[in-house]
Structures are given as structure tokens and as C-alpha cells.
């Protein structure tokens, strides 16, 4: 069975503050992805980063920082020093070889308080 | 350019209509999505082509039927609309998903009163 879980249903915290989101999956195969996607009060969904199942290498982009470990089968991501307009509804999604989907987590809501 | 543009935007309907969603994508991909969010913002696959080819179809009412005319597009035909239909529906495209992220259209609003 393929799943992801995010425990963390909502999350609260001041501007500046550094936050961790938690996402943990669930696969049997040896060839997958992982992604971030963001769904801002607009709703749309923004991609934010991808990784494969071979590359556990972890990956800064500005604020934004992503954990993978295949041991705890984890992919977390970290914001540092929070803003605003990072407010959002996170999720996190997993897709495997051969299945044409993407499964998503329950995603995390982000508040960020001034 | 907008990757991946559905229209409408907002549907509002009565109970027992029939309703379409429109999606295209100018993206090349071989592979369209449609996925439903409910209220509590879960998202939950319906539909996958391939080459205009139906993947997966995950125990969605038969009353939802989607139809891809090519490769570009893919649209979402509704029967007899339930209060239980209303949500946010997106479209998606990628190439294979074992390989890149999908690429979401804004959604479509859809409330049945």
C-alpha cells in the first residue's frame, strides 16, 4: 500500500520563527518521488521541489530547506525565519513507477502570525 | 501563457443538473489528472490518461465521466449533480509521475444547492 501521512493537521507560529512540517510515506517500491506543493488562500497549487528515491542528498532553496530519509522514510521540510506570506495549506505526495498518480497527504495549514 | 487553464472557475448548480469542466494543457505532457478536494482540503485522485488513454479510475459515480478529445485536453462530464459533489476539482498534467511534479490548473469551484 502507498501513503502519506501528515500528523500535523495545523500549525501556528510569530513571523521569523523557523517551522518543520512533517510528511511520512509509505511504499514498497524502490523507485519513487516525493514533492511540496503549496496551496496558498488562493487556492491554487504551487510546486515547490521534487526528489527522487535515489537522491537523499537534502536541498536549501532560500528560506526553504527539505530532509529526506529513506531510514525513517521521511521528507521534511523546514522554513526558516517565517513570513506571512507563508500562510498556506502544505502538502506533501508521493508517486511511484508505473501508477500515474500522485498521492497526497492530508496537508498541514500553515499560520503565520505577525 | 497559462500551463494548464480549467473553466469554469465558480459553478454554482442546482441539485440534478448536468455540468462540464473544461481542462487544456500547452505543455506537451502525455498525462492529464483530474483531482477532487473536499472540504477539509483533502485531495483524492478520480482520473488518469495517458495518451488520451483512461489509467485509473478510482471508484469514482459513474455520473462523473471524463472525456479526452487529444492529449492537450481533458474534460470532466457530471450527471444528475449531488450536494455531495460540491468541492474544488482540479486538472493536471505531467509527464510520467515516477519522473516530475504535475502541473495544476486554479480549480474549479463547484457548489450544488
Known amino acids: 500500500a502507498q501513503k502519506v501521512t501528515q500528523a500535523q493537521t495545523e500549525i501556528s507560529v510569530v513571523e521569523k520563527e523557523d517551522v518543520t512540517l512533517d510528511c511520512v510515506y509509505e511504499?514498497?517500491?524502490?523507485?519513487?518521488?516525493l514533492f511540496w506543493y503549496k496551496q496558498p488562500p488562493s487556492g491554487e497549487l504551487v510546486f515547490l521541489i521534487r526528489r527522487n528515491s535515489f537522491d537523499e542528498q537534502n536541498e536549501i532553496s532560500g528560506r526553504y530547506s527539505w530532509n529526506f530519509q529513506k531510514s525513517t522514510s521521511s521528507f521534511n521540510f523546514t522554513i526558516t525565519a517565517s513570513q506571512v506570506v507563508d500562510s498556506a495549506v502544505y502538502f506533501c505526495?508521493?508517486?511511484?513507477?508505473?501508477?500515474?498518480?500522485?498521492?497526497f497527504g492530508t496537508g498541514t495549514r500553515l499560520k503565520v502570525l505577525a | 501563457d497559462t500551463a494548464v487553464s480549467q473553466t469554469p472557475k465558480y459553478l454554482v448548480t442546482q441539485m440534478g443538473n448536468d455540468k462540464s469542466i473544461k481542462c487544456e494543457q500547452n505543455?506537451?505532457?502525455?498525462?492529464m489528472y483530474w483531482y477532487k478536494q473536499d472540504s477539509k482540503k483533502f485531495l483524492k485522485i478520480m482520473f488518469s490518461y495517458n495518451n488520451k488513454e483512461l489509467i485509473i479510475n478510482e471508484t469514482v459515480p459513474n455520473r462523473f465521466s471524463p472525456k479526452s478529445p487529444d492529449k492537450a485536453h481533458l474534460n470532466l462530464h457530471i450527471n444528475s449533480l449531488e450536494l455531495g459533489d460540491s468541492a474544488v476539482y482540479f486538472c493536471a498534467s505531467s509527464q510520467e509521475p515516477r519522473y516530475t511534479e504535475a502541473f495544476f490548473g486554479q480549480g474549479t469551484r463547484l457548489t450544488v444547492v
Open positions: 505543455l506537451g505532457h502525455d498525462t
Open positions: 505526495a508521493l508517486a511511484t513507477s508505473g501508477t500515474y498518480k500522485y498521492i
Open positions: 511504499t514498497r517500491d524502490t523507485t519513487y518521488y
